[in-house]
């Protein structure tokens, strides 16, 4: 074993690593001079710490030995790291860039017009909007506001259908239910179980031969302690002004 190659190559993988020698014998449980005696090919470690220095180092003990590295051994792994951190940002990009030219497709296709949601009742209010495109329509009911000034009779749910009317043909579009009590007996007003109440159509493939089907209706049927059901049927128009949303 030569000396002073195993000293020059500890001085290089210490410096490779960024260690002083106080910081390498601190690693090592040794004293700085140690580390200075086996770079300058004064004295080579013991078995205890040429395993310490493989793994501090990375490198194998034979290594350390001979004094010389296999570099493409050494680096392979690092190197491979770097390709497969470079691969994984052009994959990224790439998939970014797809997703860009998806949405900006999609966009293409119209911008959309939006119309609110009314109800000509005495005894319901409702708050809604639809918007369509060529390719595309969608209905939101965001209230039902139940507007009887007398004395409300309480129920133990209520399930709310949105049906579309093209001639004599009815079609479901939508339905919601109240949420359920813990206590399946528990009644309340109409005006309660209406207020959570929401209608969400995401996708609504309209029958009518207009861009938007204006003949819409609510049904809501109320369903009491004796499990009879009173049904509210509410008509639904489309206010005629219309605005663009991009």
Known sequence: ?????????????????????????????????????????????????????SEIFKVDI????????????????????????????????ILLAMMIMIFI???????????KLASD???FRIKGIIAYNNN??????????????????EYLNVECVLYEVNGNIEKRISTCNSPNSKDENQTFTLSELLENIELNVDNYSCSCEVPVCNQLYLKINAMNKQEETVTYNIPIELESSCVKAN
Do not use: C
């Open 1 to 53: 074993m030569d000396s002073k190659k195993i000293g020059n190559l500890i001085y290089e993988l210490r410096n490779r690593n960024h260690l002083t020698q106080k910081e390498l014998a601190d690693k090592l449980s040794v004293t700085s001079q140690a580390i200075s005696k086996w770079e300058n090919g004064r004295g080579i470690p013991d078995i205890e710490m040429l395993q310490k220095l």
């Open 121 to 123: 009742n005495d005894l």
């Open 105 to 115: 497709t999609s966009s293409s296709n119209g911008d959309f017009q939006v119309s």
């Open 62 to 93: 034979s290594e350390i030995l001979t004094g010389s590295i296999k570099e493409k051994q050494n680096y392979k792994k690092e190197k491979n790291k770097k390709i497969g951190f470079l691969l994984l940002i052009i994959v990224m990009i």
């Open 136 to 153: 595309k329509k969608s209905i939101y009911i965001s209230k039902v506001d139940y507007a009887e000034n007398e004395e409300e009779k």
